[in-house]
């Protein structure tokens, strides 16, 4: 068994992790990162990143989630889509990002996907449009995306971006490790150690062994999923509850001429006007494919061969927190009632949609339940306060798990400003 030492140690490096490491390494602190996957340089942008970063759960009851195991977590296979954050957490749980998200958007340079490049799609262009003409309408999306680095007709943002044109969390942990930190990669943490109520340190598996890191402070940023479950394990109370996901459906049709969304960026448009319930948007013919082979609609397999005509579309819902994971990672969630209704509606309004601009009905496929924000496990107010701090004095979260209910929209931004915001005040906390 190896033994180190570290003055604060963050688990995991997706957007809640990296940013705190930042700002503590930053801040001159004395920061250890463990990350249970690889630095994988390989394939990144390649849709066999499928097999290597991807970690794709099916629950009992069939609903699949996805997440990344990997340097930069699951920044490194998601859209790059931007998102205020949910009006419930200044509203409700009094914590103002304003600040954070202003200074987030400026450092990042986050804007909508520039108009010519709206011109060079001609799938996305006849969504967009008969959306508008049947009361609805897709806006151009926020994107953590540069558009001088990124190329219109790649549509491989959720492969990992070998362009470097989308923000990933890797920038943020390179940054850390520039100010001093350090990172331990395949290392996967299994318990928090504490005595007498104070946290003393954890316990992880390496391909070396077991590795034991005592510590003053430790952060856990493993997400959603990975969270909860290093919690049970370490016996703290209420954690692994309350999951949620927002999944999708992803909807794959062929157009009866030859425009589809092939080559297209997926999610560069949405329809926004019935969040909290649902939000549609466009999928580049790719990734409508792949979804469907994900939820195994294997007969789809043979409409590869018509993968330049194929159109997508996505319909992501805000589903209710019922799900839970257990230490082992097993996972339960279903769809309720009210889950089902508002699915219902979004898919019904997306294939009128696609019919419109020109799909054959006959063709529409809908891959159901594919979520990609797992969060809930570890909800502010159950598990950890407002300071995200848990029952253990000094052990912290800051990922997706503190979120107390989905605010249906994709979390990074206000992930990377909870981070610093929640960084900042240890720092203050530190000083004082
Ligand atoms: C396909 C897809 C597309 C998406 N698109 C968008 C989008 O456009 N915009 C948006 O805002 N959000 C998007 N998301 C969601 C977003 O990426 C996640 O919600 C967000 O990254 C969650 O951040 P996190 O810090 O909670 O966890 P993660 O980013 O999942 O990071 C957790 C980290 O912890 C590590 N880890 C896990 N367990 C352990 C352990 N036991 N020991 C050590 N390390 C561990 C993981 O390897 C990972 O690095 C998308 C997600 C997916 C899957």
Not at 6 to 19: K, R, S, Y
């Amino acid at each position: 068994m190896q033994s180190l030492q570290a003055g604060t140690v963050v688990v995991g490096t997706g957007p809640g992790g990296a940013t705190v490491a930042r700002e503590l390494a930053m801040a001159g602190e004395d920061v250890l990162i463990l990350e249970k996957g690889r630095d994988h340089r390989f394939p990144v942008g390649n849709i066999t990143a499928y097999a290597t970063m991807y970690d794709i759960r099916r629950s009992k009851e069939g609903v699949l989630v996805r997440r990344g195991i990997t340097t930069g977590g699951s920044t490194m296979i998601y859209s790059g889509n931007s998102y205020d954050p949910p009006a419930f957490l200044k509203k409700e749980l009094k914590i103002d990002l304003s600040k954070e998200v202003k200074e987030t958007k400026r450092e990042l340079n986050i804007r909508p996907i520039p108009e010519d490049y709206y011109e060079r799609w001609p799938g996305t262009k006849r969504l967009v449009q008969a959306a508008c003409e049947l009361g609805y309408s897709m806006e151009p999306q926020e994107r953590f995306i540069d558009p001088d680095l990124c190329d219109p007709s790649c549509d491989m943002c959720l492969f990992g971006c070998s362009r470097g044109a989308k923000w990933t969390s890797r920038e943020y942990v390179y940054d850390a490790l520039v100010h001093g930190a350090g990172i331990i990669t395949r290392c996967d943490v299994q318990k928090v150690l504490s005595t007498g109520g104070e946290v003393t340190g954890v316990v992880a598996y390496t391909p070396k062994g077991t590795l034991v890191v005592n510590a003053d402070r430790v952060i856990l940023g493993a997400g959603g999923l990975g969270t909860p479950m290093i919690l049970q394990r370490s016996g703290i109370k209420g954690a692994g509850t309350h999951f949620f996901t927002d999944p999708m459906s992803v909807m794959a049709g062929i157009s009866s001429d030859s425009v589809g969304t092939w080559r297209e960026i997926t999610y560069t448009f949405a329809d926004e006007s019935h969040v909290g319930e649902f939000v549609m948007g466009n999928v580049g013919a790719v990734n409508a494919f792949m979804a469907q082979i994900a939820a195994l609609h294997l007969p789809y397999a043979r409409r590869a061969v018509h993968l330049p005509k194929m159109v997508g579309m996505f319909v992501k819902l805000c589903d209710e927190a019922n799900g839970s994971i257990e230490p082992d990672g097993t996972l339960h969630k279903a769809f309720t009632v009210k889950d089902e209704e508002k699915m219902a509606k979004g898919v019904d309004a997306a294939r009128k949609i696609m019919i419109r601009a020109g799909v054959i009905p006959e063709t529409i496929s809908v891959a159901k339940g594919i979520g990609g924000h797992p969060g809930g496990t570890a909800a502010i107010g159950r598990v950890v306060g407002t300071d995200l701090m848990t029952e253990i004095s000094n052990l912290y979260v800051c990922d997706n798990s503190v979120m107390p209910r989905s605010g249906g929209i994709p979390p990074v931004l206000t992930l990377i400003a909870l981070g610093k915001k929640f960084a900042r005040s240890l720092l203050k906390k530190t000083k004082a």
